[in-house]
């Protein structure tokens, strides 16, 4: 059972938690993190969801991401996904989220790093993962059209790529 913790629309974090499927109390919001790992030819490493998964199933996603659990911070909650998910150990010690956005049940922080990564020392998490690879801007926006990746505004995918190209990816 996953346990979240809950923050005022200010980001200010209460006693009041929630269970992860339960219906969201309203007034009360919920920590979401995703990294985005890059490398150096500019691709974004791209993840494909089980085909059990309840939430798109078999789409292509983002490197990782995931709900912070109870006494999580985010950058702990995106470390953590990060290991669980793919097997990479990662810290972002001192490394704040390159935006945010705030969503109707909460806050989505979304970091970019820029690492070189051997796909094949990757460790996929067999519940959430099944696949993973290196994808450029384009593909990924040709996936989001051939309704293989989830369907985030393409213009969300552009700004990734703006931001990382303006040296804000943290290494």
Partial sequence: ??????????????????VKGEKSTKGFYRLVVHVCIFNSQGE???QQRQSFKNSWPNMWDLTVGGSAISGDTSQ?????EV???IGYKLSLDEIRPALTINF???FDDIYLIQKDIEISNLCLQY??????KWASKEEILSM????????YHKSLIELLFVIKDKKDAHT
């Fill in 127 to 132: 519940e959430e993962v099944k696949a993973v």
């Fill in 76 to 80: 702990l909650a995106a470390e953590r």
């Fill in 44 to 46: 974004m490493l791209i």
């Fill in 104 to 106: 109707q049940e909460g």
């Fill in 144 to 151: 989001i059209n051939e309704e293989t990746f989830i369907p």
């Fill in 83 to 85: 290991y669980e998910e």
């Fill in 1 to 18: 059972m996953e346990i979240w913790d809950l923050y005022t629309k200010d980001r200010i974090k209460t006693d009041e938690k929630m």
